[in-house]
């Protein structure tokens, strides 16, 4: 693993682009993360670009313009002349850290004029385009990494045994549908399916639990062949970078079909992902030991420890989920804040996510996306799915309205944000990651 610091990560560096210069930005200079948009003009077509302040910059563009002439940097350039992000991650990270130096440095506010100029031809804002899933995702796998929401649901269920004997040994995880993964604002029709009251017969009907997952998720970037593992040591250079994650979740439905094989309907009718995926050199500063397990907690296996990886591979990662009510948008009340946690707290890290998951020979490919499972934290206001929230609905939450929420109505919307912050380094965000409920059809 390398968490290097370069000219990249200067908190004083300021931009040409004068909206990223602006304080409580996402895309700051020392940001840079890459995503797919589509202007709006008719035909128009999809296009790889990097985020920085309220623009975005045509990577075609300025490789057209041959403003990237270094091999490593021009390769990976050529990568992003793709629809979407896939030949980029299968590069691997000397390529992206060559691309990422050589962007700041046209971006950077005393960048020669020529440069400027011609970089400046090939800005788009944000505003004038829609933002696509980054990556063709082939696969999608969903962990359960937080020791907190694992509790904390568990004690629902089973008061006496909240966690199961393998969570602290495993990351325990199951393979989603890519299928139904969605770009952020894409609406969300409430599913239907099989409930059960109690003792009763089940019954087919739209979900009445429908809820949110605050969730982070990770691209693979080069992947393993098939028979072959990744080991701990070397797994964040598999790691492209991070995105935000709602695994939206019909827990009615969950309930009455999650045994003995684990989740199915109740949550592949749709996840939705933030568009812009920030870089692992992105996140370097940000980095932090990871989550201190108890002294009676059982020691980690071998394949799945690594000295560098408990040092420095948490991230400290701020997430918070919103919630917009129909009255509420109607009477001009912004959203109101539901959960704030922070990833930190994982159990386990992207490292062993990803190790664990290579080491009975899957081979992971690059789009490959893992999503962490639900991050809370130790405290209610850390909790990041209703479920936990109102304890199953026993405890509902009261909007400013003065209506109150179990669980999702239609029409709610749900917005997810994340940021990195620290003294001496320059705040980056996710963006956002939101969606609206359709009624059941």
Known sequence: MKFLLDETHEPKAQSWVESANVAGSDFPIQNLPFGVFRRRDAGAAARVGVAIGDEILDLQGILNEGLLVDDNVRAAAAA???????????????????????????????????????????????????????????????????????????????????????????????????SSLVATGTPVRRPSGQTRDGDADPKFGPTKALDYELELGFFVGDGNARGEGIAIGQAEEHIFGICLVNDWSARDMQAWEYQPLGPFLAKSFATSLSPWVVTMEALAPFRTAAFARAETDPAQLS???????????????????????????????????????????????????????????????????????????????????????????????????????????????????????????????????????????
């Open 80 to 178: 992003c002349a793709a629809d979407a992000l896939n030949p980029l991650m299968a590069l691997g990270s000397t390529p992206r850290r060559a691309l990422r130096q050589r962007l700041h440095a046209l971006l950077r506010q005393d960048a020669p004029a020529a440069d400027r100029q011609a970089a400046a031809r090939h800005l788009v804002a944000q505003a004038d385009v829609d933002m696509l899933l980054p990556a063709l995702i082939g696969d999608y796998t969903d962990f359960y990494a937080s020791i907190f929401h694992a509790t904390n649901v568990g004690k629902l269920f089973r008061p006496d045994n909240p966690l199961l004997p393998n969570y602290k040994y495993i990351p325990i995880g199951y393979h989603g549908r890519a």
């Open 303 to 441: 394949y799945l420890f690594d000295a560098n990886d408990q040092e420095h591979g948490g991230l400290d990662l701020w997430l918070e989920v919103s919630l917009l009510s129909p009255q509420m948008r109607k009477a001009g009340i912004a959203p109101m804040t539901l959960g704030r946690s922070n990833f930190r707290d994982m159990y386990w890290t992207m490292a062993q996510m990803l190790t664990h998951h290579a080491s009975n020979g899957c081979n992971l490919r690059s789009g490959d996306l893992l999503a962490s499972g639900t991050v809370s934290g130790a405290e209610k206001t850390a909790r990041g799915c209703l479920l936990e929230l109102t304890s199953r609905g026993k405890d509902p939450v009261t909007l400013p309205t003065g209506e109150q929420r179990k669980f999702l109505e239609d029409d709610d919307e749900v917005i997810m944000r994340g940021f990195c912050e620290r003294e001496g380094f320059r705040r980056i965000g996710l963006g956002t990651c939101r969606g609206t409920i359709l009624p059941a059809l």
